[in-house]
């Protein structure tokens, strides 16, 4: 069959790559002049920056299976032990996040009231017929200083968002399902365990299960293994302005490509204007997705300089603890040797979000002067950095904002009556760079709706 799919980000890549090993035709539109989407790795002088993601979680297997079918198993990078400890800006310091139960009990992470509340959990009341947001679903289960301080600042440094306004059952479907199955998280988790799934936790405000895995040229290995494998079934600067169905499938306008089958994993206010005229309400509800602004603030110290490598994954900043920031990845220290000359240090903090949209416009020296600002509150760091490096993403993150799941339901409805046109990406069923190459996998079994 001939496949036309529209975006070459990683899940565009991993859409085409599967089709392809299917044997079907494939074309690969991407109006941008370099593949990758999101995924973009800057490397100058020994400094290895990512501008979108850091890495991906190795408990998913159909992306480590997707790496060793493009043979990129041996460029595999693993994040260090040390970057299991994270740790949270609160009351003026950085505190490690507890990695097991007994430290939690003992550590000033939350109040006494607080910890005390989240043991409660078992105890919570049952969940509202409503979709519910993650930040009520937090509060009602462990509390709402644990939802507050703990969930809120996980949910603004992973997804960029505000966790009154995302929805549970689509931000957390399995955290959803363990509630709805077990009746209890605590419940569920042992369960779990009992069953021998231990090694598989399904990751939370102390963590995500898996450890956090790149390549030793970073995240682009990825996506250039994939381009490599589509070679010149790949049209760059080619941007598809919409999809119109015709007899046998449809056309492409913009690059004037017909197809039978397309998949469409641009973001969906991309996707929305697209789809228009195929579908006016589609094309509407998509375009109630938000996306939200981020902007990564790499800086580069000399480690003399700053007395010494920080240890660690790096830290979540809630609100209202006085830093704007949303958080620090200490890049050199979880993939220690690889992302900086020997005697630097690597960081990459994150600004912006769903509840600070003004920071994405601030100008390159105010984002500097922020970042300086909150680092040294907060990591004591007060050199300046050597080099910097500014990433911004417009609308860097979709929202999967209450009614998502809703939404999608009714698009899906809508285009029915589009044989093989799939909507795919990280707009719909999961941010993650293993959800969308995990949705991409559904399609080897063949091309369906
Ligand atoms: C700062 C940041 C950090 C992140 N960190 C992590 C992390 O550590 N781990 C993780 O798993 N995930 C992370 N993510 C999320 C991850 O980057 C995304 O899930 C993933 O890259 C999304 O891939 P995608 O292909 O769905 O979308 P995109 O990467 O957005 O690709 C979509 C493509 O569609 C193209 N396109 C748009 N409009 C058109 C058009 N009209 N015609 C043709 N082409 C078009 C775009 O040019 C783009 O190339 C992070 C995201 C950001 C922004």
Redesign the pocket.
């Known amino acids: 069959m001939k496949c036309a799919v529209?975006?070459?980000?990683?899940?565009?890549?991993?859409c085409a790559f599967e089709l392809l090993e299917a044997g079907h035709d494939v074309s690969v539109?991407?109006?941008?002049r370099?593949?990758?989407?999101?995924?973009r790795t800057r490397i100058e002088d020994g400094y290895i920056v990512?501008?979108?993601?850091?890495?991906?979680?190795d408990n998913v297997p159909e992306t480590l299976d997707l790496v060793r079918r493009i043979r990129l198993s041996d460029r595999i990078q693993v994040s260090a032990d040390a970057a299991r400890i994270r740790f949270l800006y609160r009351r003026g310091r950085l505190l490690p996040l507890p990695m097991k139960p007994p430290s939690f009990f003992s550590s000033p992470l939350l109040s006494g009231l607080g910890r005390a509340r989240v043991v409660l959990e078992p105890l919570a009341y049952r969940r509202p017929r409503h979709d519910e947001s993650v930040h009520a679903f937090a509060s009602r289960r462990i509390g709402r200083e644990a939802a507050d301080v703990l969930v809120q600042a996980m949910v603004s440094g992973?997804f960029?968002g505000d966790a009154r306004n995302l929805s549970l059952r689509a931000t957390f479907p399995k955290m959803y399902g363990m509630e709805k199955e077990h009746g209890s998280l605590l419940k569920a988790m042992l369960a779990k365990r009992k069953g021998g799934g231990a090694g598989r936790a399904p990751g939370g405000p102390s963590g995500p299960g898996g450890t956090?895995t790149s390549f030793s040229g970073g995240?682009s290995d990825l996506t250039y293994r994939l381009t490599h494998a589509l070679g010149k079934r790949i049209s760059l600067g080619?941007?598809?302005?919409a999809v119109i169905s015709e007899a046998g499938g449809y056309r492409l306008e913009?690059p004037d490509e017909t197809a039978e089958c397309v998949v469409l994993?641009?973001?969906a206010w991309?996707?929305s204007?697209?789809l228009s005229p195929l579908s006016g309400r589609a094309a509407e509800l998509l375009g109630r997705i938000p996306g939200s602004p981020?902007v990564?603030v790499a800086t580069a110290y000399d480690e003399a300089a700053i007395g010494g490598a920080p240890d660690g994954f790096g830290f979540l900043a809630p609100r209202g603890e006085g830093l704007r920031i949303l958080g620090c990845l200490w890049t050199s220290s979880i993939y220690p040797g690889t992302r900086a000359p020997e005697g630097k240090v690597l960081l990459r903090t994150?600004v912006g979000g769903a509840m600070d949209h003004a920071a994405a416009d601030l100008s390159d020296e105010d984002l500097l002067d922020l970042v300086a600002r909150d680092l040294k509150r907060s990591m004591g760091l007060i050199a300046d950095p050597e080099r910097h490096w500014i990433?911004r993403?417009r609308k860097?993150?979709p929202q999967y904002v209450p009614g998502h799941g809703k939404r999608l339901a009714e698009v899906a409805r809508e285009l029915a009556g589009h044989p093989n046109l799939m909507l795919?990406?990280?707009?719909y069923r999961?941010?993650?760079?293993?959800?969308?190459i995990a949705e991409a996998r559904g399609l080897r079994g063949g091309v369906h709706r």
């Open positions: 529209v975006g070459a980000g990683i899940s565009g890549l991993a539109f991407d109006n941008n370099r593949v990758g989407g999101n995924i990512e501008w979108g993601p850091n890495g991906f979680l992973v960029a956090l995240m080619a941007r598809v302005d913009g994993s641009s973001p991309e996707t204007r697209m981020i990564v994150m990433f993403h860097g993150i795919a990406g990280n707009s999961g941010i993650s760079v293993n959800s969308v």
